[in-house]
């Protein structure tokens, strides 16, 4: 349970690193090209893996890269503290229906109660966009993020049991996750894409970094737990975005945010129980 909340800090945090900057999409192919090195730098302390690990390899770099597509072009839209809760908060209770009804893991009526609380306190922390007169076009793409969320969950969940070493499964997901997203945006938005600045630079390796560690630790729990309950503890992250949100970027804390996030906690706790 540590290592998962330490990993959802740090996924709220690299989420919180793209917001810095005038470009959101040039700091995720930022990003993207630092996880490559990342990714091959751990490679070469781990075994080969077997060739049977490849479709899933493959598979979760075309799930990360709608993924970081849809989420880049809805923090253009939205704050971080609203973007956030709709694109993580969706994705465990897809993740619990889908694990639940195909595969094996045996989740429990309490910790799918767990997870229905959760998802309450994420509506909760997204009513924003209606109440308060927000853009409402950041919801498709939000929600976009979510389905790319819960479809990798289950693909990297899955793939780890299959390689047998998640360390190794996570370095060659960065490295065909990286080069999917950065070779793709490249194509398609040209070389302009790319920030000029050195400070976009150190803080897009840093981001990198730091989705390493919060990938890695999330992808090693869903080996030795089930998938579903992993994902809805990694969702903890909300809180730590929100804060980041209101404490860094100057976002309202209203009692609405406080209250979702006392429901988003309570969730965490039942699932525990």
């Not at 999917?180 to 981001?207: C, E, H, N, S, T």
């Amino acid at each position: 349970m540590a290592a998962v909340l330490g990993s959802a800090f740090l996924h709220a945090l690299w989420n919180s690193l793209i917001k810095v900057g005038t470009s959101r999409l040039g700091a995720m192919v930022i990003l993207s090209i630092g996880e490559v090195p990342i990714g091959l730098a751990v490679l070469a302390t781990r075994p080969a893996l077997e060739w049977n690990v490849a479709p899933w390899v493959l598979a979760a770099g075309c799930a990360h890269f709608f993924y970081k597509f849809f989420l880049t072009y809805a923090y253009e839209r939205g704050d971080l503290s609203r973007v956030y809760p709709i694109a993580r908060g969706t994705a465990p209770l897809v993740v619990g229906l889908v694990s639940g009804v195909f595969l094996k893991d045996v989740i429990t009526p309490m910790e799918y109660a767990g997870i229905a609380i959760l998802g309450a306190g994420i509506l909760l922390m997204a009513q924003g966009v209606f109440a308060s007169g927000e853009n409402r076009k950041l919801l498709p793409y939000a929600l976009g993020s979510a389905c790319a969320t819960a479809t990798y969950t289950l693909i990297d969940g899955s793939g780890a049991r299959v390689a047998g070493d998640a360390v190794a499964y996570v370095a060659w997901v960065f490295v065909v996750d990286g080069l999917f997203f950065a070779l793709g945006m490249l194509a398609w938005k040209g070389i302009d894409v790319l920030p000029r600045q050195r400070k976009a630079w150190g803080v897009g390796f840093i981001a990198s970094a730091a989705s390493y560690g919060a990938y890695g630790v999330s992808v090693w729990a869903m080996t030795i737990a089930p998938i579903a309950l992993v994902a809805a503890l990694r969702e903890t992250s909300i809180l730590f975005a929100v804060l980041i949100g209101w404490l860094a970027f100057g976002e309202r804390m209203t009692r609405g945010k406080a209250l979702a996030a006392l429901v988003i906690v309570g969730g965490v706790m039942v699932t525990r129980l």
